[in-house]
């Protein structure tokens, strides 16, 4: 079963698949009720895109609502987090818990023996049936990432066409095939939801309270518009500038005081608020079912697309885990996901809850007054 979602990467999966004479079938889900009008493509004009590829393929076409699902597995852990004043990665969530799981069971009991997306990763098995993934060859595209939180039974049911090939070569093969969707830009945006713009769309279902932002002198340079709405090392959105006692540099937010309502911003890309060599994180979970050894030299991302960064990991029986890295790692992002790597394998992952960053409050003895 090809999870159809209307763009170029999973048409072109089904085709591949075609090409080889697998017997495919395909499914379309739907995953967000309500305003569907987004910057972008509505989910109405993704169906319809799907569908109009699986008729040119003269493939069955499926089509499933999981709004339930990813509104009470996904969206309402993604709004939880965030009113944590956490940045939460919505994608990683809705791989596990709606295309690695609610799809694959729909499309399990329709008769599937697996599914495939159009992920850029890939998959072995070890003649023990163990499943590994591993990273898209396409280093641009690799979305091992996101799917770190897999186990082994949708590891074991999942196929990435796509995960030996650059985008370059798929766009190819839809121009190739002819596919409707061939030339249709990348969808980006919060999985499912869209390319909304966020801090509306946010305000809908979270209270945005404004309040002070303080540089890290301890010196008040402008109100925010809700901590909900920021992210450590954020750049843009921050509505500074023009300060008499400032040089013309960009800002950065450091800090994120959730007691005082407070925002703490700096012009240093690398300000020690901003750095730190080890983090502590929760949720841990090892795609194999086993932690590596205390030995075993492994690397890790604390965002997507970062470079691998050496590492040790120490692990406790609570799944909770301690990484120090070799170098200082810059906006260790509480709610993001750190994952680990054995060079092209990837290893699993876990929730990052905190850093050993200095606090702006250690820096200076200046406490505001946020009354």
Not at 80 to 95: K, V, Y
Not at 169 to 177: G, H, Q, T
Not at 234 to 252: C, T
């Amino acid at each position: 079963m090809v999870a159809l979602s209307g763009g170029v990467d999973s048409a072109t999966t089904a085709w591949l698949l075609q090409q080889r004479g697998e017997r495919i079938e395909t499914m379309f889900m739907k995953n967000w009720e309500g305003d569907d009008q987004t910057d972008g493509c509505t989910a109405e004009q993704d169906a319809s895109d799907a569908r109009d590829v699986a008729n040119q393929l003269g493939l069955p076409f499926h089509a499933r609502n999981f709004a339930t699902e990813y509104w009470e597995n996904v969206f309402e852990q993604f709004l939880a987090e965030l009113a944590l004043g956490r940045t939460p990665n919505p994608d990683i969530l809705c791989n596990r818990e709606i295309k690695f799981k609610a799809f694959l069971e729909h499309a399990l009991a329709l008769g599937a023996d697996c599914i495939a997306t159009g992920h850029y990763a890939r998959v072995s098995v070890d003649a023990d049936g163990t499943a590994h993934l591993l990273k898209g060859i396409d280093p641009d595209k690799d979305q091992s990432y996101f799917l770190h939180a897999l186990d082994q039974h949708q590891l074991q049911k999942a196929r990435f066409p796509l995960g030996e090939m650059t985008k370059a070569k798929v766009r190819e093969f839809a121009s190739k095939a002819k596919l409707p969707v061939a030339k249709k830009k990348d969808s980006t945006g919060i999985c499912f939801i869209g390319e909304r713009r966020f801090e509306t769309f946010i305000d809908h279902y979270l209270k945005a309270t404004p309040g002070p932002i303080f540089s890290t002198d301890g010196q008040r340079v402008g109100t925010h518009s809700g901590l909900i709405h920021y992210t450590l090392g954020q750049r843009k959105g921050l509505s500074i500038g023009g300060l008499k006692d400032y040089p013309e540099a960009p800002w950065f937010v450091a800090h994120k005081d959730l007691k005082t309502n407070s925002l703490w911003v700096c012009q240093d890309t690398h300000h020690p608020t901003l750095m730190a060599d080890r983090l502590w994180a929760e949720q841990t979970h090892w795609i194999s079912g086993q932690a590596p050894s205390a030995t075993h030299a492994i690397t890790a991302k604390i965002r997507y697309r970062q470079a691998d960064q050496k590492c040790t990991v120490v692990c406790d029986d609570k799944g909770q885990v301690e990484v120090i890295f070799n170098e200082l790692q810059r906006a260790v992002t509480p709610g993001q996901s750190v994952v680990f790597y054995d060079q092209e394998v990837c290893l699993g992952g876990a929730v990052i809850s905190h850093a050993n960053v200095a606090t702006p409050q250690g820096l200076s003895s200046y406490h505001p007054s946020v009354a």
